[in-house]
């Protein structure tokens, strides 16, 4: 299982998103893909997230039992702490 949330993401990415994903909540999309399509969503959401953030958390063998990826403007970045992969906050930036 996988599930995607994405916010400020630009309306053709919600609409691809749409076509391979249930949303179930305005931004939250879930499916059940084998590794290769799930790159392959990643890829696009990578792609084409523009100015947004998302995030992807996935079924995996780990000791959590799953993995996540981060892309775009959000503070949180996933960093690996002895083996367990954890969510770091990077300081909020200036203005």
Not at 31 to 38: A, E, L, N, Q, W
């Given at each position: 299982m996988m599930v995607v949330v994405v916010s400020n993401a630009p309306p053709r990415l919600r609409g691809r998103l749409a076509a391979w994903l249930l949303e179930v909540r305005a931004g939250v999309y879930v499916?059940?893909?084998?590794?290769?399509?799930?790159d392959r969503i990643w890829?696009?959401?990578v792609t084409c997230i523009e100015e947004g953030d998302a995030v992807m958390a996935w079924t995996a063998p780990t000791d959590q039992g799953f993995d996540?990826?981060?892309?775009?403007?959000?503070?949180?970045?996933?960093?690996?702490?002895?083996?367990?992969k954890l969510v770091s906050f990077h300081p909020a930036k200036p203005d």
């Open positions: 499916g059940d893909y084998f590794t290769r399509t799930r890829t696009e959401v996540f990826a981060t892309t775009g403007r959000n503070r949180r970045m996933p960093a690996d702490f002895d083996g367990l």
